[in-house]
C-alpha cells in the first residue's frame, strides 16, 4: 500500500507484483482456452500486455479507494484481491461468479474491495468514477478513486464532460488513460489530432502525467503520486499510460490491422517478463520464480475447476436483482 | 434472382445508392479501414475513397450530429452505429435535432438521413450491449422505424430508407447478418416502400405478428404448431412506422386471433401499440385475448440458459398460440 512520499520498492514488493502480474496473465490465457472450448461466451476483452498498470496502479491505493473501469477489466479486478475463483465463475456464468452471472467478463464488480466494474459502453463510466470522487470529498472521506479506460475513450463527450466536473470541483481521482495504441482496430492517429493527450487534461486545468507503463514499480511510483495529490486535496490528475494489447480488441477481432513484426516488437517489453528480469537481477533464483508460476498455475487450475463445477446462474438473483423493492403488479 | 447473404444485401443497397448519388456517405466507427464491425461495409472504402466512407473516433453524439448537419444542408447521410445500445449516446441528437427539426422549421428543413445498426441481443453480450430499441424509437414522431428479416427486405427497404427525406432508424440484427436468402439481380433496383407488412405463411387459426430476427421464430414456431393442426398466419411488419395496421387487422380479421412476438420488452412495446390497434379495428372478430410473446422485463443478464430464458422461444410462441386457440 502506498505510504505518503515513500515509494521505495523492496524485493519483497516486487515478487508480489510478478505473482499478481503472473497471475492475471494465466487467468486470461485459460479464459481464452475456455472461450475457445465454448465455456464463456459474448465478449471477452483480453489485458494481456497491461498488466504492469493494474498491478501498480493497485499497489499504490489503500483498500477502500474506489476504482472504475471498462469491459477489459479482468487485471484491474484481480489485482484488488478479486479472487481468481469469483473471477472465473463469472466468465462462465456461474452462480458463485462475482456478478452471480448476471455481468459476465465486461461487468466484474467487487463492491467490498471497492472495485465498482467493468462498464461497457465507452466513455459512460467516467462520470461514475467523478460521482464516487464527489461522494468521498461530500462525506468528508480520506478517499481516492482511480478511473481507467483507453485512448479511444478520450474523444467520447461521457469523458469530457467528467473531466469537466472534475476539475472544475477539483475531485480526489486520477484518471488513468491506458494507450494502448488502438480502439478496436482504428490506430490513435486516426482517431485524435494530438499525440500527447494530457495536452486533454490541461483545457480542464489539471495535472497531466505520461510515461511507458511496463515497469510495474515506474507504474506504482507515479500513481502513488497522483494519489496523493488527490488525498492532499491538490485535485484530479490524467495520467496517459503508454502500453500495448498483445491480443485482438476481443476474442472475435482477428486484429489484421496491425503487423506480426509491430505485436513482436512491442512483446519485448512484455511487462511480465521485465519484472521478472528486474527480480533476478535484484538475485531472486530462477527456481523460486519457476515456484511461484507452478503456485500460479494451480490457482488458475483451481478457478477453471471451481468454474466448471459451479451451479449455473439462478433465474432469482436474476429477478431479485432489477430492483432493490419490488412492487406485487397484476400481470 | 440470386442467393445471397443480409449483410451482402445491406453492402449493396449502400454502394447502389451511393453510386447512384454523389450526396450519400457513410460514416461510422470502423467502417472504412477494418470493413465494418459486422462488414457491412465491406469493400466500400476502396471503392468509394475516405471522402465519402468515413472512419469516425468513438464519439457518437459527434458524429451523428455531424450527419445531421449534413442532412440539413443537403447531403444524405448513412450513419452507422457499430450496435443500437450506442446509440443512446446519440439519444438526444436523434430525439432531439433529427426528429425535430422539420416541425420547429415550420417544414423548412428536411432531414433525409439513415442511423443503421444491428438491434437486439446478439450472444450472451449482458445487460448494456442486448438493447433491442424499437420501442424507444417508434415512440418519437419524426422518426421512421425499419426492421427487415430477409436479406431481400433488407436491400429494398435500406435503398428506400437512403432516397426517403425523412430520419429513418433501420434496425438491422446481428444473428441475420449471416442468413441467406434470394434477392433480385443487381441492376433490378428493387424499392421496398415503408409501411407495407408482408405475409411470410398463410393460415387461418391465428395471426402471428413479428419483424426482425423474431419473425423467424414466429416462423420455426408455426411449422411445430401446423404439425399440431394449428395453422398461423406469419406476418413480418418490416417496419414499425409507418405502422400496416390494415395489413393485421384484414389478417386478424379471417383468423380471429392474434399473437405479437418481439425481442424488446413489453411495458409500451410496439406490441402493446398493435393491441390497441386491433382491439379497436377488430374487435367483434376476436374470439381470444390477444397474445404477446416478448423479451422478459428484465435486464439482459449474461448467464446463457438466463438469456435464453428472457427472449422469445418457439416454445413460449406455441404455448401462446395453443393458449389463444384455447387449447392450453
Ligand atoms: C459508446 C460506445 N461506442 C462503441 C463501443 C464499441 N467499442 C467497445 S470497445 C471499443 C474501442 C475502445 O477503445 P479504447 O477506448 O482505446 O479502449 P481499449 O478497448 O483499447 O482498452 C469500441 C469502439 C462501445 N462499447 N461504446
Redesign the interface.
Known amino acids: 500500500m502506498a505510504n505518503g512520499g515513500d515509494v521505495a520498492v523492496s524485493t519483497e514488493a516486487l515478487q508480489a507484483h510478478y505473482r499478481m502480474m503472473q497471475t492475471i496473465r494465466r487467468f486470461e490465457e485459460e479464459a481464452a482456452r475456455a472461450y475457445a472450448q465454448g465455456k464463456i ?3 471477452l476483452h483480453l489485458y494481456i500486455g497491461q498488466e504492469a498498470i493494474a498491478v501498480g496502479a493497485a499497489a499504490a491505493l489503500r483498500p477502500d479507494d474506489y476504482v472504475f473501469q471498462t469491459y477489459r477489466d479482468h487485471g484491474t479486478a484481480l489485482a484488488l484481491g478479486m479472487p481468481a475463483d469469483a473471477a472465473m465463475a ?1 466468465l462462465f ?2 452462480d458463485t461468479g462475482c ?1 452471480r ?4 467478463s ?2 466484474l464488480f467487487d463492491v467490498e474491495r471497492n472495485f465498482y466494474g467493468g ?6 463510466h467516467v462520470a461514475l468514477a467523478a460521482g464516487a470522487a464527489f461522494k468521498a470529498r461530500y462525506q468528508r472521506e480520506d478517499r481516492v478513486t482511480v478511473c481507467f479506460f483507453g485512448e ?2 478520450t ?4 469523458f469530457h464532460e467528467a473531466m469537466s466536473l472534475a476539475g472544475l470541483w477539483k475531485l480526489p481521482i486520477v484518471f488513468v488513460c491506458e494507450n494502448n495504441q488502438y ?4 490506430p490513435m492517429e ?3 489530432a494530438i499525440r500527447d493527450l494530457t495536452l486533454k487534461a490541461q483545457g480542464y486545468g489539471m495535472q497531466g502525467d505520461r510515461f511507458e507503463g511496463s515497469d510495474v514499480t515506474r507504474v506504482y511510483e507515479h500513481l502513488c503520486a497522483a494519489v496523493d495529490r488527490a488525498r492532499g486535496g491538490e485535485g484530479p490528475t490524467f495520467i496517459e499510460i503508454e502500453t500495448y494489447r498483445f491480443r485482438g480488441h476481443s476474442m472475435s477481432d482477428p486484429a489484421k ?1 496491425r503487423s506480426q513484426e509491430e505485436v513482436d516488437e512491442h512483446k519485448k517489453r512484455d511487462p511480465v517478463a521485465i519484472t521478472r528480469a528486474q527480480l533476478i537481477d535484484a538475485g531472486v533464483s530462477e527456481d523460486a520464480l519457476d515456484d511461484v508460476d507452478a503456485e500460479v498455475d494451480e490457482l488458475i487450475d483451481a478457478a477453471i475447476a471451481h468454474a466448471d463445477e459451479a451451479p ?2 439462478k ?1 432469482q438473483v ?2 431479485d436483482s ?1 430492483y432493490v423493492t419490488t412492487y406485487p403488479e397484476a400481470g | 434472382m440470386r442467393e445471397i447473404r443480409y449483410r451482402e444485401a445491406l453492402n449493396e443497397a449502400i454502394a447502389e445508392e451511393m453510386e447512384r448519388d454523389e450526396r450519400v456517405f457513410l460514416i461510422g466507427e470502423e467502417v472504412g479501414h477494418y470493413q465494418g464491425a459486422y462488414k457491412v461495409s465491406a469493400g466500400l472504402l476502396e471503392r468509394f475513397g475516405d471522402r465519402r466512407v468515413i472512419d469516425t473516433p468513438i464519439a457518437e453524439a459527434g458524429f451523428a450530429g455531424v450527419g445531421i448537419g449534413a442532412a440539413m444542408t443537403g447531403l444524405r447521410p448513412v450513419v452507422e452505429f457499430m450496435t443500437w445500445n450506442f446509440s443512446l449516446v446519440a439519444f438526444d441528437q436523434i430525439v432531439n435535432n433529427a426528429a425535430k427539426a422539420r416541425l420547429m422549421s415550420g417544414g423548412a428543413i428536411s432531414v433525409p438521413i439513415v442511423f443503421r445498426a444491428p438491434n437486439g441481443a446478439a450472444k450472451q453480450v449482458a445487460a448494456q450491449h442486448s438493447h433491442a430499441v424499437e420501442a424507444l424509437y417508434a415512440h418519437i414522431p419524426g422518426l421512421y422505424v425499419v426492421a427487415p428479416s430477409t436479406p431481400r427486405d433488407a436491400k429494398g427497404l435500406l435503398k428506400t430508407a437512403i432516397r426517403s427525406d425523412d430520419p429513418i432508424i433501420f434496425l438491422e440484427g446481428e444473428l441475420l447478418y449471416n442468413l441467406k436468402g434470394e434477392v433480385p439481380d443487381a441492376d433490378a433496383d428493387e424499392l421496398i416502400p415503408l409501411g407495407e407488412a408482408r405475409v411470410g405463411r398463410e393460415g387461418a387459426d391465428c395471426t402471428l405478428v413479428a419483424w426482425g430476427p423474431s419473425y423467424h421464430r414466429a416462423l420455426s414456431a408455426s411449422a411445430k404448431l401446423s404439425e399440431q393442426g394449428i395453422e398461423c398466419e406469419v406476418i413480418d411488419l418490416r417496419s414499425l412506422r409507418p405502422l400496416d395496421s390494415a395489413t393485421v387487422i384484414e389478417s386478424v380479421r379471417k383468423t380471429n386471433r392474434c399473437v405479437i412476438v418481439h425481442d424488446t420488452w413489453p411495458y409500451g412495446g410496439p406490441g402493446a401499440e398493435l393491441v390497441d390497434r386491433i382491439q379497436r379495428d377488430a374487435f367483434d372478430y376476436l374470439d381470444a385475448p390477444i397474445g404477446r410473446v416478448t423479451g422478459h422485463d428484465v435486464p439482459m443478464p449474461y448467464a446463457s440458459e438466463l438469456e435464453a430464458q428472457v427472449l422469445p422461444t418457439d416454445e413460449r410462441i406455441v404455448k401462446a398460440v395453443r393458449r389463444a386457440a384455447y387449447q392450453e
Open positions: 461466451g459474448g465478449f463469472e456464468g456461474k456478478s452471472g448476471m455481468g459476465g465486461m461487468h462498464w461497457g459502453i465507452v466513455g459512460g479511444g475513450a474523444n467520447i463527450g461521457g480502439a478496436m482496430g482504428t486516426r482517431t485524435t490491422y449455473p446462474a433465474q436474476m429477478l432489477v
